[in-house]
């Protein structure tokens, strides 16, 4: 019997090394890893830079306090803001406190503009922004929350793309909107861009904060740096995570200056996040990521892989429902079951992960190369035969 708590309905595998976009496991047998620790391993597993990095990093300093001042992390933060909307980054070690800070920082500022009563926060049927106390109440996915109570008051929930619920919804005591750009654990969900911008301009007119939660879908995901670019809007405030360790705990907040007044030395903090190991790597993987045509490459590969899915969609209509996502944030709807899919494509050596709504997820590792994609759609392919059979 294992030691571990069983929080996790695991399949029966382990792997001892990976690189790139490929996982072996202890026998040595070699998987495609369309998994990417759920979109984390942006650079696939052991990327050279990012090894380097650690090793440098790990003989001069691992950690000190966030009580002095540290290079790499104002190195991190002005990157950020260089490159995206953000005045001011804070960091910490997960999605989950990166939503929680959203939180924080929502309230915090209407607390500091004399509108204390602006406290509530409304969020969408499906969404996930992760697992601590809050963020479980503020999805309200009734398999989450069941038996954590008492719920924790605060959010408003609507239903997912019904804008007359979501104008209903806000009252005075609103203080912002929290929503996925693209919907992640519920089915890969993406918000169309006329939405993105009618969600900005309900936020201005109601005097609102739009928080766009990131944590799955930024740092490249969709081939922009952030998904919600495409729509042209600005957010106030994105959490993000996963992606920008490349599989060290990373996760940090994104504000603009306007959003950022009630927080002052005191308000927030962290043991860990933002210490000297964690803020080389995200500079690493930044490194990577930032470089000139780097992105475009992740646009390029996606819309060959896009192809490939409508077309296995084509051949398979039974059987895939619907081809959804962006860019290396795939989907697939299934009619079938998707664990019972997730396994037979295990014994193709390819790994995948599930989401609600009978999806399969695709998180393709953003190095991922053309010969890695045909790989993986002749292993779907043989995956889809055989279910077709049964
Ligand atoms: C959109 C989103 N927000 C928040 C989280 C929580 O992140 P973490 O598991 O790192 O706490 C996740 C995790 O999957 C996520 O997908």
């Not at 759920?38 to 000190?64: D, F, R, Y």
């Not at 996915?141 to 104008?167: I, R, T, W």
Request: net charge positive; with cysteine; proline share 3%.
């Amino acid at each position: 019997m294992s030691s571990v708590l069983g929080t996790y309905a695991r399949k029966n595998i382990s792997f001892s090394k990976g690189k790139g976009c490929y996982l072996y496991d202890l026998k040595g047998e070699k998987y495609l890893d369309f998994v990417s620790g759920i979109a984390v391993n942006a650079l696939g597993h052991c990327h050279e830079h990012l090894v380097k990095i650690i090793q440098e990093q790990s003989q001069k300093l691992w950690h000190v306090s966030n009580a002095f001042v540290i290079p790499d992390q104002e190195k991190l933060a002005k990157r950020l803001t260089d490159y995206t909307f953000a005045d001011f980054v804070c960091f910490q070690n997960s999605g989950s406190e990166s939503t929680e800070a959203s939180i924080k920082i929502a309230r915090k500022y209407f607390h500091e503009i004399g509108q204390p009563n602006k406290k509530r926060i409304i969020t969408f049927k499906g969404a996930f922004h992760g697992r601590t106390i809050a963020a479980l109440f503020a999805a309200n996915n009734p398999k989450h929350v069941e038996g954590f109570g008492p719920k924790v008051d605060g959010f408003d929930q609507v239903s997912f793309a019904d804008h007359e619920a979501l104008k209903k919804a806000i009252t005075n005591e609103t203080a912002a909107i929290m929503v996925e750009t693209i919907q992640g654990e519920g089915g890969i969900k993406e918000i169309p861009d006329y939405c993105l911008k009618g969600l900005r301009e309900l936020c201005d007119d109601k005097n609102l904060l739009l928080i766009l939660d990131e944590v799955q879908c930024g740092i490249g995901r969709t081939g922009d740096f952030f998904a919600f670019e495409k729509s042209g809007i600005v957010p106030d405030i994105v959490p993000i995570a996963k992606g920008i360790g490349g599989g060290f705990p990373l996760g940090a907040c994104l504000l603009t200056k306007k959003v950022s007044v009630g927080m002052k030395p005191g308000s927030h903090g962290s043991t860990f996040g933002g210490n000297p190991l964690a803020m080389a790597v995200g500079n690493g993987v930044l490194d990577i990521i930032l470089q000139n045509g780097f992105l475009d490459n992740v646009k390029k590969i996606s819309k060959y892989f896009d192809e490939e899915l409508i077309n296995l969609k084509e051949k398979y209509p039974k059987i895939i429902l619907e081809v959804r996502g962006r860019g290396l944030i795939k989907g697939l709807k299934l009619s079938v079951d998707n664990l019972k899919f997730i396994e037979t494509l295990m014994k193709y050596k390819m790994l995948v992960v599930k989401a609600e709504e009978q999806v399969i997820r695709l998180f393709p590792a953003l190095i991922v190369s053309k010969k890695e994609i045909d790989e993986a759609i002749n292993k779907l392919k043989k995956t889809f035969e055989e279910i077709s059979k049964q």
